[in-house]
């Protein structure tokens, strides 16, 4: 089985964390932490600040990783790693994605989240992120 490579942000502000619905794909309408693909030779912080940059047209600072997501999607397996991030500004504009919402931690589980990312939700709930 094929490993996609790819980076998310949990991006937190205010207590809150953002949120994005696909607009595109066999996934779009399911809701993602943004991020992408991680391109051949490049580190993965990298590949977070390019792909939020192309998707968001935002400057985020990343303060570590949270974790690593391995997910077997039925037609490739999915190796993702997640990064605590803020950001830079306050400039966010949605180019790739259909909406977006900042979520208190406990509306974490208003939106329908794509299966990879969901992993990641109880996480963010137990431990106060």
Same mark, same amino acid.
């Given at each position: 089985m #094929?490993?996609?490579?790819?980076?998310?942000?949990?991006?937190?502000?205010?207590? #809150?964390?953002?949120?994005?619905?696909?607009?595109?794909?066999?996934f779009?309408?399911g809701?993602e932490?943004p991020?992408? #693909?991680?391109?051949p030779?490049?580190?993965?912080e990298?590949?977070l600040r390019?792909?939020?940059r +192309?998707?968001?047209?935002?400057?985020?600072?990343?303060?570590?990783?949270?974790? &690593?997501?391995e997910?077997?999607?039925?037609?490739?397996?999915?190796s993702?790693?997640?990064y605590?991030? &803020?950001?830079?500004?306050? $400039?966010?504009?949605?180019? +790739? $994605?259909s909406?977006?919402?900042?979520?208190?931690? #406990?509306e974490?589980d208003s939106?329908?989240?794509?299966?990879?990312?969901?992993?990641?939700?109880d996480r963010?709930q137990?431990?106060?992120?």
């Amino acid at each position: 089985m #094929k490993t996609v490579n790819v980076v998310a942000a949990v991006i937190i502000k205010d207590h #809150k964390i953002f949120a994005t619905q696909r607009s595109y794909g066999e996934f779009s309408g399911g809701w993602e932490f943004p991020g992408g #693909k991680i391109e051949p030779g490049e580190h993965p912080e990298d590949a977070l600040r390019r792909e939020i940059r +192309e998707e968001l047209e935002a400057e985020i600072d990343i303060k570590g990783l949270l974790d &690593t997501v391995e997910y077997d999607y039925p037609t490739f397996h999915l190796s993702m790693k997640t990064y605590l991030c &803020t950001l830079a500004g306050s $400039h966010i504009k949605l180019l +790739e $994605h259909s909406d977006a919402r900042w979520l208190e931690t #406990k509306e974490l589980d208003s939106v329908s989240w794509l299966p990879a990312d969901l992993s990641l939700i109880d996480r963010i709930q137990t431990e106060s992120i």
